[in-house]
């Protein structure tokens, strides 16, 4: 079963189900009168979808894509919409709620209480909206056609990932559906200059920070590791979790017998437990180029030369989001911005290290000796009379 899939298992039409039973007599689910005139139908019988048949008119909220994946600094938008069957007649107020569950937080061992975490992104009602928090100002709904109630969020922040809800109340009647918003990016391992098994969580997540990266999610190191991802160190997740990805089970890391996945050790304590760490890297808004015509530089001569260039030298999740999301492909060992030396390959070939493609890394050499280093360019762009770094 795929991550996703197991997500999907939620518990939530059930908690919907109790949230409106519990208003009546018993949560019982069977046929209840009620004395407004209306007449609620037994709803643990319906469809699975949560869905309230009233009168006969039922409302529909519905997404044609369960998942959409974006990359940073773009705009994106989560499908919702709305109906009523058969079609009203006389038009319902309605209210709409996108409402989310970050990332971070949608790990299996706390899926059971995600439901109640979900915090407000922006509630809109006819013509009027109001955004929250991180949301403020970058969220609105596309409404292309009559119950478009589509989320467009621009600028996409690295940590927007999770799961979204759309929920439509007309004041009688309520349905939502969930779209997950995934980052497009890569996860890469990361460890200390002195070895293996120096960071604290909070280490780690200072460690990916300085490489451009975040602290991977449990779900990104499950799609690295649906990927191919196999690493037999443990790293930090951004959940707290610690935890190693392994495609071909062997002796040493988890055993021979134990089915290929994810190894996990659950939370270990922040301050005191060191590990490696799993971070993750988006793409970058900018590029990555191995910089050509000069001779071997040390360290200090490569982050100059970067510099004399009118660019950075590169950091670690900079490189990994070139090689993976851009294709950068260089047979030439090159110096980084951590002091570590690595090169990416995406056509494996003689000379170029392993027959699988991969990011090669040399460890962290004296910085005295000679290689060649890779740059990072960000792009300019104008923004209201500023030029503003992406
Ligand atoms: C997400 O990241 C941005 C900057 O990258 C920050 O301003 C914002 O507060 C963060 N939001 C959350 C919910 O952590
Ligand atoms: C490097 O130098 C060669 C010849 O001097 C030139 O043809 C080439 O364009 C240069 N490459 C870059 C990236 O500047
Ligand atoms: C790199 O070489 C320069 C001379 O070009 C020297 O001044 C510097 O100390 C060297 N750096 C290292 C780390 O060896």
């Known amino acids: ?94 209210r709409v709620k996108w409402s989310w569950l970050p990332a971070n937080t949608m790990t299996p061992q706390v899926s059971a209480d995600a439901f109640f975490k979900e915090t407000e992104v922006m509630v809109a009602m006819g013509s009027r909206h109001r955004s929250y928090g991180s949301f403020r100002g970058r969220v609105r709904l596309r409404r292309s056609a009559p119950g478009d109630m589509s989320l467009v969020i621009n600028e996409l922040q690295v940590n927007d990932t999770g799961r979204y809800r759309c929920e439509v109340i007309d004041g009688l009647e309520d349905d939502s559906v969930t779209v997950d918003l995934e980052l497009r990016g890569v996860v890469f391992p990361y460890y200390s200059q002195k070895g293996r098994y120096h960071y604290n969580f909070f280490r780690a997540q200072k460690e990916c920070q300085d490489q451009d990266a975040t602290l991977a999610t449990f779900e990104q190191l499950f799609t690295a590791w649906e990927e191919g991802l196999d690493w037999c160190n443990a790293g930090w997740l951004a959940d707290g979790t610690v935890q190693y990805p392994i495609t071909i089970p062997r002796d040493g890391c988890g055993g021979k017998n134990l089915a290929p996945g994810l190894r996990s050790y659950g939370q270990r304590d922040r301050v005191l437990h060191r590990y490696d760490a799993f971070c993750f890297a988006a793409s970058v808004k900018g590029t990555v180029y191995f910089l050509e015509n000069t001779t071997k530089l040390n360290f200090t001569e490569a982050i100059q030369a970067c510099s004399s260039d009118g660019s950075q030298i590169a950091k670690v999740g900079q490189l990994y989001a070139a090689w993976k999301l851009m294709g950068l492909d260089h047979c030439d060992a090159g110096w980084l911005a951590d002091g570590s030396v690595r090169y990416p390959i995406t056509k494996a070939r003689a000379n170029c290290g392993p027959s699988q493609p991969g990011v090669r890394s040399f460890g962290f050499p004296p910085q005295y000796l000679k290689f060649g280093v890779y740059c990072y360019r960000s792009m300019l762009c104008f923004n209201a009379g500023q030029i503003k770094p992406y």
């Open 1 to 94: 079963m795929s991550f996703a899939a197991a997500m999907l298992s939620l518990p939530r039409p059930l908690l919907v189900t109790c949230v409106y039973l519990l208003l009546l007599p018993g949560c019982q689910g069977r046929i209840l009168g009620y004395t407004n005139g209306f007449h609620y139908q037994d709803i643990s019988n319906g469809n699975g979808h949560g869905e309230i048949y009233f009168n006969g008119i039922r409302l529909h909220v519905e997404s044609p894509q369960s998942s959409v994946s974006a990359t940073r600094g773009s705009t994106v938008t989560l499908p919702c919409h709305y109906h009523y069957e058969p079609e009203l007649t006389i038009p319902r107020k309605t």
